[in-house]
């Protein structure tokens, strides 16, 4: 029984209230029943009914309209809030606390219907959110409306179920003479029910025996052809084969037509996609959009391409190895996934004969280009596409050493273009079964070798190449794969040629065998069926393909169920691949990390250990710092004053020249018999060599003094205490590569000429500090010569008696014969101190029977070498006492030694030889402080860009294991970096 609570908003309501309200239902015979209860207000209640009417009157009233209770302003009861019910009611009257639970609880409620209304909205809100969404997706899904034409409509299939039904049914009601045909059907009821249930929808078979007329005929293979078929164009069949056929070319069409869709959604992207990297690089902003994981494992693989340690760790990330039997299409089929020919095709012949690591990335054109160059091929063009094949050919043959037909050295290239998946691919040298004329003995284990190597990594994807024109018995490479990866989990099988295998070896159950895995004795992950090529090198890619898409659309390979849809064209082969590679990356990229971090553990602890107090510094760092001291010393070549500019010139002037002066000009001159002879001989001479010779050497001794100045500034820190030698050879190329880059002015020789000559021309002295000048200048001169000749005459004759006796030396037998014809010699000038340079023929013959005279037989030559010596020796006396003489001289000069008997005129000569000295040092430091030391500047900072740029040499100036550690420590850093980057994205993804 429904029970009606007496209640207001703050509580029950008062007795005032309950007795106006029965008042009201009394007069309109309206009557409530009321159950007592024990509570308080229940009492006042029974009070105010009591005086209204009895207990047992109102138990026999039957209730029939809505009660109101009058709303009291005194009383503050805002609405009315009961209502009769239809059927008979007990009046409950509660306590005041039993009212107030209520009233919270309907309180609550009230904010829920408020809540509601929020949650409602929301939901519309988010609908229409969605719906927007979706219909945004839907821009990028390909339109399938096309294959309404080709799916029957469910009516058009019940209207068939239908007439088959009562045909069935008419056929074995009506034909009396056909009862046969019932029995027939009765009794092999149970097998033609299986038949059609294998052939034909469910619960078709059922039909049309049993004649059903509510059996649900539903489709479940999808039927490819027109949308209304008759069951006229169905029965007209005449075998299952036909059938199959038509169905599996459609399905081939269809698949076909959709992978078409795929690849225009495809190629609209990568226009897009290049638009956008064109628009990036003309504007020089680039957008700040998220690296995809594509983009990050591309720049792992950038860093691992350069890193090479100890580790080897830089092998362990996933490769696709693409191997197989010489000419099986192994670089056809590279050159498909890549999307552009670039390997050098050969006849028959072998024509990779080294590895080539092929990087694919993605850019807005499809370019090529090698590691260690700078050249990009445009792919596009047929032209850089056979100038790419020539430089990949002429790099194999160079990387082949003299007697090998095979290279372990890798060609590093990388392919960009739109739209290709950035994958590392290594194309391998052909497996050959026989070495012919002209191959190295070692060929065929040579390339084995390399094959296996570079399968060794357990991450590396192996594509085994197979002819599938030729027979599986020749086949090489099948065993060699299944001993790398013998349960083929990291193996894809690839059947080639299979256009000519259908036209010539067609044997559907043998390429069946090959395409399940049941004919090689190896396993694989996935099996394909590709078509590379015509035979002919001049086909492009697309022609390839759409080739390849109209064999497989017709091959009774298909037809006959040996193909299977996903086991057919490049494009499929490509995806499982990239598929393979990816699914590698995310297996083993974590392990890689590790390996990093450990590796970077051991190389920080050994730099530690090792070079503790020396701040770490890579290759290029140290090279920047080499770079400023350099060009630091450079600078300070200005701080040398021209007065020491000047003195270091003047001293590798005569050093250059004194030889030639001493031997060729003063010393012949000197056997003049006067003055004027001798004048005249020096004229001469100084003519000659200050046209030709001088100033030659005087450029000379500028150059060389420039450098060895800057020299001494480079390398005057290595004798320090705290000297770090790492730099001596960068210092020392870049020393030798301005040596070789500097030229002198040529226009500063001439010059030179123009003063030397007319410097020379001048033989007067002006004042007596000049002639004092001079003779110190001859003095100095010929005290050295002196010197020089005393030393290399003892050197001839031995050490002398008391040198013997003194540090016991002891003479040779040609010391003693040296001592021996000196003294003989020696004899000539006591005879005539006047003597000339040479000896004539008497005097040879003289002093040889003297010296046999002694039992000392030497040779003319002898003699004359001796007399070299001797000669020079008392000439330099001669003159270094005559120049001694000279020094009061200068007053007989002016008055042209008439008098005096003094014969000066060699005084004369060094004077002419100092000045020329002193005008050339001059000249020489304002080349030097206006343009030489500029020019060498700008060439010292040429040769610092060049080696900076030239990574390989930089390599061997900068080497030692403080810098190798260095480099490792830098790109372990680096790589862990990236490598943690592409993992924190991979596992956003997941």
């Given at each position: 029984m429904l029970t009606v609570l007496l209640r207001g908003h703050f509580g029950p309501y008062c007795g005032r209230c309950v007795k106006k309200s029965l008042a009201v239902a009394h007069k309109r015979d309206l009557h409530v029943w009321l159950r007592t209860q024990t509570s308080a207000n229940t009492a006042v209640l029974r009070n105010i009914v009591s005086k209204t009417q009895t207990h047992r009157q109102i138990l026999a009233l039957q209730p029939r309209n809505v009660y109101q209770i009058c709303n009291f302003s005194a009383l503050r009861i805002a609405?009315?809030?009961?209502?009769?019910?239809?059927?008979?009611?007990?009046?409950?009257?509660?306590?005041?606390?039993?009212?107030?639970?209520?009233?919270?609880?309907?309180?609550?409620?009230?904010?829920?219907?408020?809540?509601?209304?929020?949650?409602?909205?929301?939901?519309?809100?988010?609908?229409?959110?969605?719906?927007k969404k979706i219909d945004s997706w839907k821009e990028y899904f390909p339109d399938l409306d096309w294959m309404k034409e080709y799916i029957p409509e469910s009516e058009a299939l019940a209207q068939l179920a239908s007439s088959i039904r009562n045909f069935a049914k008419h056929t074995m009601e009506t034909n009396e003479q056909m009862s046969w045909l019932k029995t027939k059907l009765s009794d092999n009821k149970k097998a033609v029910v299986d038949w059609l249930s294998q052939h034909s929808p469910p619960d078709l078979g059922s039909t049309l025996v049993e004649g059903k007329t509510d059996a649900n005929v539903s489709t479940t293979t999808a039927v490819f052809g027109e949308a209304k078929a008759s069951g006229a164009e169905y029965s007209s069949d005449s075998t299952d084969k036909k059938r199959l056929e038509r169905v599996q070319g459609e399905m081939m069409e269809v698949q076909l037509r959709y992978q078409k869709e795929i690849e225009r959604l495809e190629k609209d992207n990568r226009e897009l996609r290049k638009q956008l990297l064109l628009r990036e690089q003309k504007s020089g902003k680039k957008r700040v959009m998220k690296k995809s994981l594509i983009d990050m494992y591309s720049e792992v693989l950038d860093d691992l391409n350069v890193y090479d340690s100890s580790y080897n760790t830089q092998d362990n990330l996933p490769r696709v190895v693409v191997v197989g039997d010489q000419s099986s299409g192994k670089t056809s089929v590279l050159e498909m996934i890549a999307q552009a020919r670039i390997f050098p095709r050969g006849s028959g012949e072998m024509m990779t004969r080294s590895p080539v690591k092929v990087t694919l990335s993605e850019g807005p054109f499809h370019v090529a280009k090698f590691k260690d160059s700078n050249r990009e091929f445009d792919l596009t063009k047929e032209s850089d596409l056979a100038a790419l094949r020539r430089e990949v050919e002429l790099r194999m043959k160079a990387s082949v050493q003299k007697g090998q037909t095979v290279s372990n050295e890798c060609i590093s290239m990388s392919v960009a273009g739109p739209g290709l998946q950035r994958m590392v691919l290594v194309d391998l040298p052909g497996i050959i079964s026989t070495v012919t004329t002209g191959m190295a003995p070692d060929t065929k284990d040579s390339i084995k070798g390399m094959c296996k190597s570079h399968m060794e990594n357990p991450n590396s994807i192996i594509l085994c190449i197979q002819d599938g024109s030729l027979d599986a018995e020749r086949s090489n490479v099948t065993e060699l794969v299944s001993q790398m990866d013998p349960q083929g989990k990291r193996t894809i099988f690839v059947l080639t040629k299979v256009d000519l295998a259908e036209s010539s070896l067609y044997n559907p159950d043998r390429i069946k065998s090959i395409l399940e895995g049941r004919l090689f004795p190896m396993q694989a992950l996935g099996y394909f069926a590709v078509v590379t090529g015509r035979g002919n090198t001049n086909d492009s890619i697309a022609s390839i393909k759409d080739y390849e898409d109209r064999f497989f659309r017709n091959s009774r390979l298909f037809k006959d169920g040996v193909l299977k849809p996903t086991q057919m064209t490049t494009q499929n082969l490509s995806m499982a691949v990239s598929d393979i590679f990816w699914k590698m990356v995310k297996e083993t990229v974590e392990q890689q990390a590790d390996a990093f971090k450990?590796?970077?553990f051991n190389l920080e602890t050994e730099w530690k250990n090792t070079f503790p107090r020396i701040r770490e510094l890579d290759r290029n760092e140290l090279f920047e710092k080499a770079r400023g001291e350099i060009l630091d010393e450079v600078i300070n070549l200005s701080q040398v004053t021209p007065?020491?500019?000047?003195?270091?010139?003047?001293?590798?002037?005569?050093?250059?020249?004194?030889?030639?002066?001493?031997?060729?000009?003063?010393l012949p001159a000197a056997q003049a018999e006067n003055s004027g002879?001798?004048?005249?001989?020096?004229?001469?001479?100084?003519?000659?060599?200050?046209?030709?010779?001088?100033?030659?050497?005087?450029?000379?001794?500028?150059?060389?003094?420039?450098?060895?100045?800057?020299?001494?500034?480079?390398?005057?820190?290595?004798?320090?205490?705290?000297?770090?030698?790492?730099?001596?050879?960068?210092?020392?190329a870049v020393i030798e590569g301005s040596k070789e880059r500097h030229k002198w002015d040529e226009k500063a020789e001439q010059s030179l000429r123009v003063i030397q000559v007319n410097i020379l021309e001048?033989?007067?002295?002006?004042?007596?500090?000049?002639?004092?000048?001079?003779?110190?200048?001859?003095?100095?001169?010929?005290?050295?010569?002196?010197?020089?000749?005393?030393?290399?005459?003892?050197?001839?004759t031995g050490p002398s008696t008391t040198e013997q006796w003194m540090y016991w030396q002891k003479q040779t037998q040609d010391n003693k014969d040296r001592s021996a014809t000196k003294s003989e010699l020696e004899k000539l000038f006591h005879t005539d101190p006047q003597h000339k340079s040479h000896l004539s023929g008497d005097e040879l013959t003289t002093a040889r029977k003297n010296l046999q005279s002694y039992s000392i037989d030497v040779s003319n030559d002898f003699i004359r070498e001796t007399w070299y010596h001797v000669f020079r020796l008392n000439f330099f006396k001669k003159a270094l006492y005559q120049a001694q003489q000279c020094k009061k001289g200068f007053y007989y000069y002016q008055r042209g030694f008439s008098e005096s008997g003094l014969e000066c005129h060699d005084v004369v000569l060094f004077w002419r030889l100092l000045r020329m000295l002193e005008v050339t040092s001059n000249s020489l430091r304002q080349q030097v402080?206006?343009?030489?030391?500029?020019?060498?500047?700008?060439?010292?900072?040429?040769?610092?860009?060049?080696?900076?740029?030239?990574?390989?040499r930089l390599e061997k100036l900068l080497t030692g294991r403080r810098v190798m550690l260095a480099e490792e420590l830098k790109k372990v850093r680096q790589i862990q970096d990236r490598l943690e980057e592409f993992i924190q994205a991979l596992n956003k993804e997941k």
């Open positions: 609405r009315p809030i009961l209502r009769a019910p239809s059927s008979p009611y007990k009046v409950i009257v509660f306590s005041q606390r039993d009212m107030s639970v209520i009233g919270r609880l309907a309180g609550g409620f009230g904010r829920f219907l408020r809540v509601r209304y929020l949650i409602l909205t929301g939901a519309v809100g988010g609908g229409v959110a969605v719906n450990a590796t970077r007065k020491q500019w000047e003195n270091i010139f003047y001293k590798k002037l005569w050093e250059k020249n004194a030889t030639h002066v001493l031997e060729n000009i003063y002879t001798f004048n005249t001989a020096v004229d001469i001479k100084l003519k000659g060599w200050a046209d030709v010779q001088l100033p030659k050497r005087c450029v000379e001794v500028g150059w060389e003094t420039l450098h060895e100045e800057f020299e001494k500034l480079v390398g005057r820190d290595q004798d320090k205490k705290h000297h770090d030698d790492i730099f001596n050879q960068l210092k020392s001048d033989r007067s002295v002006s004042d007596k500090r000049h002639w004092d000048s001079a003779i110190k200048f001859m003095e100095d001169t010929l005290k050295e010569k002196l010197k020089q000749s005393e030393d290399s005459l003892r050197k001839l402080v206006n343009n030489e030391a500029r020019r060498l500047e700008r060439i010292i900072k040429d040769t610092l860009e060049d080696l900076g740029e030239d990574k390989e």
